[in-house]
């Protein structure tokens, strides 16, 4: 079974702040989801990063994929209120020859709250 | 507004009714699958379908029992629920069937379950 360990659970900043949202792993995964699930609504995919070393950048956010595939990690500048709500990072499992097979691995999430 | 339909919003059921869940999809996506989430939590995989057929079924209590009538549908029928199944249901599809579970998924904004 893989495992995907999330941090922090629980964060709480003021507007404008930075924050970091890491996501690690023994495991090797072929590629990494982001989603963010606001309150009464089902998860919305942010990004997906597939190569070790990878960076993508969604406006404010930056995402990055470790070298080794093994942990990833979500920066989001100068955060605002509608920033608020559950991040989630999402694994997939990496077979032989890097390929994808299996089911999703959910980290635990992290509660963003961002204060006006 | 999401691309995955579920109904109903909300739904509140004594320990002996029967009822059924209901997730409509029409992006052509040849996977479908059910998550149970709990408050401030991940979501848990439940059943997944490919092509129409089921394919991973999480060890469910067979309480829940889920139908997939063609490629658009997916229905969750409950029966004799516990007080502790009391959660919101998810439904997601994504457009990959075969073995390939963990692509990016396209999630509704679920069913706000109550077992009374």
């Known amino acids: 079974t893989q495992l995907l360990e999330q941090s922090p659970q629980f964060l709480s900043i003021q507007e404008g702040e930075n924050l970091t949202v890491y996501c690690n792993s023994s495991s090797v995964f072929s590629s990494l989801q982001w989603y963010r699930q606001e309150p009464g609504e089902g998860p919305v995919l942010l990004v997906t990063v597939v190569t070790g070393g990878e960076v993508k950048k969604l406006k404010r956010l930056t995402f990055q994929f470790g070298d080794a595939r093994k942990d990833s990690s979500l920066h989001i500048t100068a955060a605002q209120p509608g920033d608020t709500g559950l991040y989630l990072c999402?694994?997939?499992?990496?077979?032989?020859?890097?390929?994808?097979?299996?089911?999703?691995?959910f980290g635990q999430g992290t509660i963003l709250t961002v204060h006006p | 507004d999401t691309e995955v339909t579920q109904t109903p919003k909300h739904l509140v059921m004594g320990m002996t009714n029967k009822k059924s869940l209901k997730c409509e999809q029409h992006?052509?996506?040849?996977?479908m699958y059910w998550y149970k989430q709990k408050a401030k939590k991940p979501p848990e995989l439940m059943f997944v379908?490919?092509?129409?057929?089921?394919?991973i079924n999480e060890s469910v209590p067979s309480r829940f029992s889920p139908e997939c009538p063609n490629s658009s549908l997916l229905n969750l029928h409950l029966h004799a629920l516990q007080p502790e199944d009391s959660a919101l249901y998810l439904c997601?599809?994504?457009?990959?069937?075969?073995?390939?579970?963990?692509?990016?998924?396209?999630f509704g904004n679920g069913t706000r379950l109550t077992v009374t």
């Open positions: 992006m052509g996506h040849r996977a």
């Open positions: 997601a599809s994504s457009p990959q069937g075969g073995h390939l579970y963990n692509s990016p998924l396209h």
């Open positions: 379908y490919s092509y129409e057929k089921l394919s």
């Open positions: 999402a694994g997939a499992a990496s077979g032989a020859g890097g390929t994808s097979y299996g089911k999703l691995t």
